[in-house]
Protein backbone atom coordinates (compact mmCIF):
# COMPACT_ATOMS: atom_id res chain seq x y z
CA UNK A 1 0.00 0.00 0.00
CA UNK A 2 0.77 3.29 -0.83
CA UNK A 3 -0.10 6.88 0.37
CA UNK A 4 -1.63 9.20 -2.04
CA UNK A 5 0.32 11.95 -3.38
CA UNK A 6 -1.16 15.85 -1.96
CA UNK A 7 -1.17 18.25 -4.19
CA UNK A 8 0.59 21.67 -3.07
CA UNK A 9 0.34 25.08 -5.04
CA UNK A 10 2.87 27.12 -4.62
CA UNK A 11 2.08 31.36 -5.09
CA UNK A 12 5.81 32.69 -5.92
CA UNK A 13 7.23 35.71 -7.54
CA UNK A 14 10.42 37.02 -8.87
CA UNK A 15 13.35 37.79 -6.49
CA UNK A 16 11.78 35.94 -3.60
CA UNK A 17 14.02 34.33 -0.28
CA UNK A 18 10.96 33.15 1.23
CA UNK A 19 9.85 31.70 -2.02
CA UNK A 20 13.25 30.14 -2.54
CA UNK A 21 13.04 28.84 1.13
CA UNK A 22 9.48 27.63 0.78
CA UNK A 23 10.91 25.60 -1.98
CA UNK A 24 13.75 23.82 -0.17
CA UNK A 25 11.60 23.05 2.38
CA UNK A 26 9.08 21.62 -0.28
CA UNK A 27 12.17 19.54 -1.73
CA UNK A 28 12.74 18.18 2.10
CA UNK A 29 9.09 17.39 3.05
CA UNK A 30 9.15 15.21 -0.50
CA UNK A 31 11.57 13.11 0.34
CA UNK A 32 9.62 11.72 3.22
CA UNK A 33 5.84 12.77 1.81
CA UNK A 34 4.32 12.36 -1.87
CA UNK A 35 3.75 15.39 -2.91
CA UNK A 36 2.63 16.95 -6.56
CA UNK A 37 3.92 21.03 -6.54
CA UNK A 38 2.82 23.22 -9.10
CA UNK A 39 4.31 26.57 -8.78
CA UNK A 40 2.34 29.23 -9.96
CA UNK A 41 3.51 32.68 -9.99
CA UNK A 42 1.90 35.55 -8.37
CA UNK A 43 2.17 37.95 -11.32
CA UNK A 44 0.28 35.46 -13.60
CA UNK A 45 -3.80 35.84 -14.03
CA UNK A 46 -3.92 32.43 -12.29
CA UNK A 47 -1.95 33.38 -9.36
CA UNK A 48 -3.59 36.90 -8.89
CA UNK A 49 -6.94 34.65 -8.87
CA UNK A 50 -5.86 32.10 -6.54
CA UNK A 51 -4.18 34.84 -3.93
CA UNK A 52 -7.60 36.89 -3.67
CA UNK A 53 -9.47 33.81 -3.30
CA UNK A 54 -7.68 32.50 -0.39
CA UNK A 55 -6.11 35.61 0.91
CA UNK A 56 -3.01 35.19 -0.02
CA UNK A 57 -1.40 38.27 0.97
CA UNK A 58 2.40 38.06 -0.06
CA UNK A 59 4.57 35.28 -1.48
CA UNK A 60 5.13 32.54 -0.99
CA UNK A 61 1.40 31.16 -0.44
CA UNK A 62 0.99 27.38 -0.29
CA UNK A 63 -2.15 25.67 -0.89
CA UNK A 64 -2.34 22.10 0.50
CA UNK A 65 -4.73 19.88 -1.61
CA UNK A 66 -6.88 23.33 -2.82
CA UNK A 67 -7.05 24.42 1.28
CA UNK A 68 -5.08 27.71 2.05
CA UNK A 69 -1.92 26.25 4.57
CA UNK A 70 -0.42 29.88 5.02
CA UNK A 71 1.90 32.28 3.09
CA UNK A 72 5.33 33.77 4.19
CA UNK A 73 7.90 32.18 5.47
CA UNK A 74 6.91 28.20 5.36
CA UNK A 75 7.23 26.09 8.47
CA UNK A 76 8.26 22.74 7.69
CA UNK A 77 7.76 21.23 11.00
CA UNK A 78 4.02 22.62 10.43
CA UNK A 79 3.47 21.46 6.97
CA UNK A 80 4.76 17.76 8.11
CA UNK A 81 2.60 17.88 11.11
CA UNK A 82 -0.21 18.67 8.97
CA UNK A 83 0.81 16.31 6.17
CA UNK A 84 0.87 13.17 8.94
CA UNK A 85 -1.95 14.55 10.93
CA UNK A 86 -4.30 14.36 7.90
CA UNK A 87 -3.06 12.01 5.62
CA UNK A 88 -5.45 10.69 3.05
CA UNK A 89 -6.05 6.67 3.16
CA UNK A 90 -3.16 4.11 1.94
CA UNK A 91 -3.84 2.99 -1.69
CA UNK A 92 -3.50 -0.75 -2.64
CA UNK A 93 -1.14 -1.30 -5.54
Do not use: N, W
Not at 23 to 38: F, I
Not at 70 to 87: M, N
Request: a positive charge.
Amino acid sequence: MTRQRRQIILLTQADCALCDHAKRVLVRVAADHPLAVEEIGLDTPAGRDLAVRHGVLFAPGVLLDGTPFGYGRLSEKKLRKALTRHAPPRTHE
